[in-house]
């Protein structure tokens, strides 16, 4: 599995450098998410522009991603640009419970507004 990691104090981005998201690289995937959840990471940003078709597999990754994120941090799907993966979304009904962000300055927007929402409700 090819991918990148930008690490940064309030988030990091995890960019996976592949075309398709399938049952051969969801089991690495979900393992990534687990470590980087454990390592302490606040929010994930899933950079998926490069990623041309997800499969049932790789839907799974990116719910458990989701799901590791959900109490205490944000996780935001960046670069959802092509057909095969809109698609995949709106058939599967995830588009009510995935963050999904046109861009990255649209996405540290969001986070900067949930850091600050959080605040307030401490």
Not at 42 to 51: E, G, H, P
Not at 73 to 102: M, W
């Amino acid at each position: 599995m090819k991918y990148s990691i930008d690490k940064q104090e309030r988030y990091s981005v995890f960019k996976l450098e592949e075309d398709i998201l399938n049952s051969v690289i969801a089991p690495d995937l979900k393992a990534q998410f687990i470590y980087l959840k454990n390592e302490g990471a606040a929010n994930l940003i899933f950079d998926l522009s490069d990623v041309k078709y997800v499969d049932s597999s790789g839907l799974s990754a990116i719910l458990t991603g989701n799901r590791l994120w959900k109490d205490g941090g944000n996780f935001i799907l960046l670069g959802v640009n092509h057909d095969a993966v809109k698609k995949l979304i709106e058939i599967s009904r995830l588009g009510s419970i995935l963050t999904i962000i046109p861009t990255m300055e649209e996405s540290l927007d969001f986070l900067a507004m949930s850091d600050l929402e959080r605040e307030l409700n401490d």
